[in-house]
């Protein structure tokens, strides 16, 4: 409506109101933004942020030290039976949990231009330069020199930012239709039987994960405060054994490939029905476990629950430290392959992510991880208008 519609045209239309995310659905970039629109305050008064739930951080705190430790497993595992078997508990439900986190806390993303912004400061960017960062480094640390640099081949552990991205900007999307999630799970076992997807962005993975990402944004808080009671807490004790039973019993029949859902059950040997009957198999077990980890995720404020804001740099960087210990013969001291070792070696791996998530961690890196990029972005128009009224109020 034009201001020549209203009853005095030299009086100006108000600006539309701030957008605030839906009820109990915090910004996906940590920490939360005070800017959200409150009642006016005194004079001099500080504004109030939103209260960030401390299941959530411990949960993400959790979810990225049991994915350091699954990665420090990898050079060892081969030689224990019982290590593969915890590995691939492990590797059934730490990504599924971290990925409907992400999910749970998309739920508020749409098009519109500060979000959008945030995706490319919060995603994209990381992704260009630990792409490249990583792609150098095996460069100089394998070395291989012929490794290429190529942004449509994600290598190692940035593939979750490439899946990030494109889940989140399809969120609006699988807000629109009417079942979400049997779609994802149908485009995911179809993604299983598909061998001629390629390796490009790795799109298997973003397919074959893509379930749990969009269980995410169908989740509502009463789900979480289902897996939250006591009941659910006892009964996931004896679900985790019963899992490292199985777990150990498939280690010599099974191929732990299919835990990373990086490739087409024709790839792994398999006939291309096994594709469609594991996506729904490990999906099921997956979100069962992943139940069981959640029940016994603290609900209180520890010391570790300020991590959570800064998971993403601990799963980025470590890496590095990973990738160099392989590199440089550190695991093939044979003491580290006997039970000891691998107990030194795990708590190594949770120490590292650990400190890889505190705040001067945060502070060395946030201009790879959240750059600010003022200079790139041109300036909302209707944000300067709110500004340009506040100056004149």
Known sequence: MTNSLQPHGHHRAPLPPVQQPAA???????????????????????PAAKQRDAFFDNAKYLAIVLVAMGHAWEPLKGESRLLEAVYTVVYTFHMPAFIIISGYFSRSFDMRPDRLKRLVTG???????????????????????????????????TWFLVALFIWRLTTPLWKLVRHPLPLALTIAVLASVSPDIGAELDLQRVLQFLPFFVLGLVMKPEHFQLVRRREVRILSVPVFAVALVVGYWAVPRMNTAWFYHREAAQSLGAPWWAGAVMTLALFGCSLLLTACFFAWVPRRTFWFTALGAGTLYGYLLH???????????????????????????????????????????????????????????????????????RARA
């Open 123 to 157: 995603v994209v960017v990381p992704y260009v330069v630990f792409e490249t960062a990583y792609s150098l480094f095996k460069r100089w640390a394998a070395p291989d020199p012929t490794h290429p640099i190529s942004l449509l081949d994600p290598w190692y552990l």
């Open 24 to 46: 109990g659905v915090p910004s996906p970039r940590s920490p939360q933004s005070p800017r959200a629109a409150t009642p006016a305050a005194a004079p001099g008064a500080k």
């Open 319 to 389: 890496g590095f430290v990973v990738k160099a210990s392989e590199y440089g013969g550190w695991f093939d001291h044979g003491w580290l392959h006997k039970p000891l070792g691998v107990v030194f070696v795990t708590l190594v791996a949770a120490a590292l992510v650990t400190v890889l998530c505190t705040r001067p961690v945060q502070r060395i890196f946030r201009f790879a991880m959240e750059p600010k990029m003022e200079w790139a972005f041109k300036r909302d128009a209707t944000e300067l208008a709110r500004e340009r009224e």
